[in-house]
Structures are given as structure tokens and as C-alpha cells.
């Protein structure tokens, strides 16, 4: 049921009272006035009575003319006159004829009041007349001694009208006080309201969302009116202010959770997640909505096992936690820490963050030292074996000049290798410093084809060329000497006798594309991206055209490019050959 407003509640109330009041008053008054009438009327007849009475009496044969004496004094004080003697038996009435016929009056209340007390009365309904009728009795005495009763009848229907007509006047009176209440009530009430009803819509507002409003003090309001916008006005300030507060907060803190490189996640006490955001669905790969049980968005039993004990603990949980994506191993830190207001638990906060690139470079380096180490101690012992052996030979010997080649030969590729960890880790470190300027590609390409030219020939691959004429770029020309080398050289030992290598430029708007394209024994797909990796070399179980390198090559190569403000893209197949893309920018001529 739809409630009322105040004002028609008030309006309302008010009516109910006045015209409860109203009622109330008109039956007393007209209680009051009937009875008043009618004891006028009684004290009249009263009289009337006894002076008839007494008159009747005074005859010495009343009986002869006690019917004209009755139609007589009825007709001066305008009443009906019954004269009715001890035993009931009606023995004259002026408003009938033959009253034989009439029943007897002994029974009446007024007449057996009378015999009782002297007088009595009575309000009742004739039959006779058909009429309401106020009937005074009164006992007639002869000489101390009981003689006649004589009774005395007024219809009471004038007062009765008279009596209606006020009725009808006090409700007409009342409908049009009642009008004019509800008028007056409406504005006063309409008045007294107004103030509460502009803060009732500016709450309505508020509850929009629409913070920013004033309500404007008006003239001729009550003090309580003022205080009340008064305080509705500076709260509605202070809302708006700790709002903006609040959205400003909100927006650092989304902003915050957005960027962060940890995972972010919040499951309720229910197990509910509430929040979590992007790099966590990037981590667990999950982009449908939120408030879902946190087992169908951690699918990996690393992850919700851990939430599962948190939950069961309540406590603090750090662990390190290996999780296999797409046949890939990755690393996370996984942090828990349960979220209480007072003792109430609420949930749980989850982080995880990725620490893949960590547990590489730590692999990486612990390679990197082992790799050398080997590398290192190979030529090492070769060139120290040989030096004894030197010592305790003759000069003059055949073999003592084969033992010196041997000895240069593990030399140079200990100086190769010292001078590829020391560009590696100047690259690495930013330190490298390059000598740029505007260069061919040609007469690069063609030094590095005259460098590698003994082993292409030797296991008779055929190279097709096909260079841009606008082949200008802005680069270092030993540097980039150094990328050809490292990619042709590759694509030299990895590619059969016989087989082919294609070098292609292309000029484009901004770059200049340069493409190695060989018919090698490719790479495997999952390799693709290790093969810049330090010391990364093919297995020579794998193919019998891995030759003696370090691994070191397209490191180098990558970080050079890089370098270079271009991009390296490496595409293969397996038995079908391997395609080398290299961006650079183009010179600006």
C-alpha cells in the first residue's frame, strides 16, 4: 500500500479530529437542547394538569360534562386531553370519539407512574395518532383521596424538526468548516513543509549520484526550516567533498592495480573472487567475469592448493611455484595474506608474480659460467698439452711445426671467444659505442661473402643475391660486417653440400629489410626463440653439420641489431631451411 505524504497525513488527521470533535459536539448539544424542550413541555402540562384538574373538579358533576370540558381545554393549550380513572378505563380523550373502544391505560408507564408517585411522563410512539408523543399524567385528589388521573399528550414532531434542522445546519456548518480547514491546513501545512520537502528531492538527487547541489535559504521560513538546509547544505558538501576524495582514491588505486607487473587477486570469505585484475588474468588466462569461485579462475592445483590451506589457516603463505603453460615452464612468486577487519575474516589477498626471467637469467649465468669454463678449459689444455710436448721435442722434427698450427689455431679461437664475451657484455651493458654513418649494404655483403668464401666453396653452396639499389642505412660498417658474418656464417654450416642461400634487400618507407634465406636442416619450432640465447648451440646428435661454435654468434647479432634501433625476426622449418629478417632504419639522404 502506497504511504501517504506527510502533508496529506497531517491534513488528513486533522479533518478526522475536527469532525469527530464536530460530531461529538453536535449530540451533546442537541441531547442537551431535546432535553431541554422537553422539560419545558413537562413543566407546561405540568401545570396545564393541574389548572384543567382543578377546574373539572370544581363541578359538582364533573361526569356529565368531563367529555366537553376535555375537548375544550385540549383545544386552548393545543393537546390532547385523556381523563382515565383508578382502574385504567378511559373515560374522555379529546382526539377520539368513541372511547369504549380504547384500550385501557392502566399498563401505560406514564399513568402507572402517576398512581405511583402522583405524576409521571413518558416519550413513546402512538398508535393511536401514528406519531411520537410526550405524555404527562398527573393524579387528580378529592377531599386527600385519589379521584381521577388526567393526561396530557404533545407530539414531540416540532421539536424533532426543529431538532433536524439544526442537524442539517451543524453539518452543513461543519462540511464548510472542514473545507476551510483543509485550505487552511494546505497552506500552512504546505508552508511548514516546503523546506522539508526541498530537502527530500535533494536527497533524491543526492541518491542519483548528482553531489554537486545547493539548496538556497527562502524568506518567510521558521527557524527550524533555516537550521534544517542549513545542515543539509554543508553535509551535502562535505559528501561531495569525500566523494571526489573517494573517486579520486579509487582512480589512483585502479590505476595502481592496473599496472601492476604482479597478478592481483581478492577472494571473499565466501571463495568468491571479487577483484582481480589484468596481468592476473594474463598470468592464469582467464578474461570472463569476476565473483566466481576462485577454483574456476586458478585452475593450476599449484595455485589453488595454496588458496585452499590459506583459507583453511588463515595465515600468511609465500611460495615459490612452477606452473606449465602451453608446454612452457614459468616461475611465480606466490603470496597470500588473509584480510581481517577486527576478527571478522573477509578473504584472502593473492599476488603472484612472475619470476621466470629471474630463474633464467640465474640459469643463464650459472650456463654462462659453465659454458666458459668448458670453453675456455678446452683450447686451454690443448695449447698447454702441446707446449710439453714441445719442450721435449726437436725443433728439426716434422711434427713440431703441425704442433705449433695446432697451438695458433686453439689461440685464435681462445682470442675469438674472449673477444665475443667482451662485445656480449659491453652490448648487454650499454657500453658498446658504435661509429655510425651512411653505408651501402653491397660492399659489406660482398667483404663478408669474400671472408666466408673458402666455406662455400668448399661445401658448394650457391648464393643468389639480390640487393636493392637504395640499400643506404645509418649504422656502424664493422658492426654490421660483424651481423652479415654471424647469420651467413650460421646459414653456411647448417645448410647441406649443394644446398643454396638467398640474400635479399628491400627498400622500404622507413626501413631497409635485409632477408638470409637458406635450405638448411631448419630449426625446431620450440627453439626458435632459445637460438639468441647465450651459448645456445644445435646438438650434434641432431645433425652432422654442427660444427665447433660457441653459441655466442646471434646473441651478439640480436643485441647489435637492437642496437641499431632495428628488429630481428627469425622464421623456420624443420628440413625445410631457415629465414633470417633484419629491420634497419633507413639513412635520410
Known amino acids: 500500500m502506497k504511504q501517504l505524504k506527510l502533508k496529506w497525513q497531517i491534513i488528513l488527521i486533522t479533518t478526522i479530529i475536527v469532525i469527530s470533535l464536530t460530531v461529538f459536539i453536535s449530540y451533546r448539544v442537541n441531547s442537551n437542547f431535546e432535553d431541554y424542550h422537553i422539560d419545558s413541555l413537562i413543566e407546561k402540562m405540568n401545570q396545564n394538569t393541574k389548572l384543567i384538574g382543578q377546574y373539572i373538579l370544581s363541578k359538582s358533576n364533573y361526569y356529565n360534562s368531563i367529555e366537553d370540558e376535555t375537548e375544550k381545554h385540549a383545544e386552548i393549550t393545543n393537546s390532547r386531553i385523556t381523563i382515565i380513572n383508578l382502574e385504567g378505563v378511559v373515560l374522555a380523550d379529546s382526539s377520539y370519539d368513541n372511547v369504549s373502544e380504547m384500550d385501557n391505560h392502566i399498563d401505560r408507564e406514564e399513568v402507572v407512574k402517576a398512581i405511583r408517585n402522583g405524576v409521571g411522563y413518558s416519550l413513546r410512539f402512538s398508535d393511536t395518532l401514528n406519531s411520537n408523543m410526550l405524555y404527562y399524567a398527573y393524579l387528580l385528589e378529592k377531599e386527600n383521596e385519589p379521584e381521577l388521573i388526567i393526561r396530557s399528550a404533545i407530539p414531540i414532531t416540532r421539536i424533532e424538526s426543529y431538532l433536524q434542522n439544526q442537524f442539517y445546519q451543524i453539518v452543513g456548518g461543519t462540511i464548510v468548516a472542514v473545507i476551510i480547514l ?168 593473492v599476488l603472484l608474480y612472475e619470476i621466470t626471467d629471474i630463474k633464467r637469467s640465474e640459469k643463464a649465468r650459472s650456463d654462462l659460467i659453465a659454458n666458459v669454463s668448458h670453453e675456455l678449459k678446452t683450447p686451454i689444455t690443448s695449447i698447454s698439452g702441446f707446449i710439453e710436448t714441445l719442450k721435449n721435442m726437436d725443433p728439426e722434427d716434422a711434427d713440431f711445426f703441425e704442433f705449433l698450427d695446432i697451438i695458433e689455431k686453439e689461440s685464435k679461437k681462445l682470442k675469438r671467444l674472449v673477444l665475443d664475451l667482451l662485445d656480449l657484455a659491453k652490448l648487454e651493458s650499454k657500453k658498446m659505442t658504435l661509429q655510425k654513418e651512411v653505408i651501402s649494404i653491397e660492399p659489406i655483403l660482398e667483404s663478408t661473402l669474400k671472408l666466408l668464401r673458402p666455406k662455400i666453396e668448399d661445401k658448394e653452396i650457391i648464393i643468389e643475391k639480390d640487393i636493392a639499389e637504395e640499400s643506404m642505412i645509418y649504422a656502424d660498417p664493422l658492426r654490421m660486417e660483424q651481423i652479415l658474418y654471424n647469420i651467413i656464417d650460421n646459414a653456411v654450416k647448417y645448410t647441406n653440400n649443394g644446398g643454396k642461400i638467398t640474400i635479399t634487400t628491400y627498400a622500404e618507407k622507413q626501413n631497409i629489410k635485409i632477408i638470409i634465406k637458406d635450405t638448411g636442416i631448419g630449426i625446431e619450432k620450440s627453439k626458435i626463440n632459445r637460438v639468441t640465447e647465450q651459448f645456445y648451440r644445435e646438438e650434434k646428435s641432431r645433425s652432422k653439420l654442427v660444427s665447433d661454435g660457441y653459441g655466442l654468434g646471434l646473441a651478439i647479432v640480436k643485441n647489435l641489431v637492437e642496437l641499431l634501433n632495428g628488429s630481428l625476426e627469425i622464421f623456420s622449418k624443420q628440413n625445410e631451411g631457415t629465414k633470417v629478417v633484419i629491420k634497419l632504419p633507413k639513412a635520410i639522404s
Open 182 to 349: 483543509i485550505i487552511l491546513s494546505t497552506l500552512l501545512v504546505t508552508r511548514l513543509l516546503k523546506p522539508i520537502e526541498r530537502v527530500q528531492n535533494a536527497f533524491q538527487t543526492l541518491n542519483k549520484g548528482s553531489y554537486d547541489i545547493y539548496l538556497n535559504q527562502e524568506k518567510q521560513t521558521s527557524y527550524e526550516a533555516d537550521n534544517l538546509i542549513k545542515a543539509f547544505n554543508n553535509m551535502s558538501q562535505q559528501l561531495r567533498r569525500n566523494i571526489e576524495e573517494i573517486r579520486k582514491r579509487e582512480i589512483e588505486l585502479n590505476t595502481l592495480i592496473k599496472s601492476m607487473d604482479s597478478g592481483l587477486l581478492f577472494i571473499d570469505k565466501e571463495e568468491k573472487v571479487k577483484l582481480i585484475n589484468p596481468k592476473a588474468r594474463d598470468f592464469l588466462n582467464y578474461y570472463e567475469d569476476e565473483d566466481v569461485h576462485y577454483i574456476k579462475i586458478s585452475r593450476k592445483p599449484a595455485i589453488s592448493n595454496n588458496i585452499e590451506s590459506a583459507f583453511s589457516e588463515k595465515k600468511s603463505l609465500s611460495k615459490e611455484i612452477e606452473i606449465y603453460d602451453k608446454s612452457e615452464k614459468r616461475y611465480f612468486q606466490l603470496l597470500i595474506n588473509p584480510l581481517f577487519e577486527g576478527i571478522n575474516f573477509l578473504g584472502l589477498i
